[in-house]
């Protein structure tokens, strides 16, 4: 059955240090997608990608950074973390077309001290 | 501003009729998702509307009202699985998703 995967799923880290979120998919989606989850908030949009080579920022993308050399990863990185980064991170994929739904990563859970 | 209300918190009982409803304001619109998440769980997909009315599927059913930005999820004959929470997200005019903050449901026996 297709998945969408990511790596890992609980990681503690510092302050300063630079973190690699992983996602991988097997749907062959072109579209995926990274999102944050904090309590009292709504998921939001970190950074997106439509496409190999493509990616976007979303409304909270400082600090964080993507690359999309392929059709299944999207990895996320800090590229220094700070502890307003601490959060529920989750990866999404889904099918061309603005309106199909999101098919998800069972969320990484990160811890800046 | 973009902007979706929904309760925080709601209870219901096992068996029963719950309604979650939803008020949004959006810089366009494209549609409403309902997505269900459970406790430490990733968000699944639930329904899509696009046009007034009513759309069912199986127990739960969703409803829009794009005049009074307005959409309500119903969910009938309560089960405990059903404990979780609810998001309301829609969709604005650039194909961009906003999300609710979401209901959290919980179902007594």
């Known amino acids: 059955d297709a998945e969408i995967t990511q790596s890992p799923r609980h990681k503690i880290t510092e302050t300063g240090r630079q973190v690699t979120l992983a996602c991988h998919q097997t749907?062959?989606?072109?579209?995926m997608f990274w999102y944050r989850q904090d309590l009292g908030h709504g998921l939001r949009l970190i950074h997106y990608s439509y496409g190999v080579q493509d990616t976007n920022k979303g409304e909270v993308s400082d600090g964080y950074s993507v690359s999309r050399s392929n059709t299944e990863d999207l990895p996320l990185t800090l590229e220094s973390a700070a502890s307003s980064q601490t959060s529920v991170y989750f990866c999404a994929s889904s099918e061309s077309g603005e309106t199909a739904e999101l098919f998800f990563g069972e969320g990484s859970r990160l811890t800046v001290l | 501003g973009q902007n979706i209300d929904q309760p925080t918190e709601m209870t219901a009982t096992e068996g029963a009729i719950v309604q979650i409803n939803c008020t949004y304001q959006?810089?366009?619109?494209?549609?409403l998702f309902w997505y269900q998440q459970h406790a430490g769980e990733a968000p699944t997909f639930l329904s899509y509307?696009?046009l007034d009315g009513l759309e069912e599927k199986g127990r739960f059913s969703s409803f829009l009202s794009r005049s009074k930005g307005y959409s309500y999820l119903l969910l009938k004959e309560l089960q405990m699985k059903d404990s979780a929470s609810y998001l309301c997200v829609t969709m604005d005019s650039n194909y961009q998703l906003i999300w609710g903050a979401g209901t959290k449901l919980i179902i007594k026996p």
């Open positions: 749907w062959n989606h072109n579209n």
């Open positions: 959006t810089s366009g619109f494209n549609g």
């Open positions: 509307n696009v």
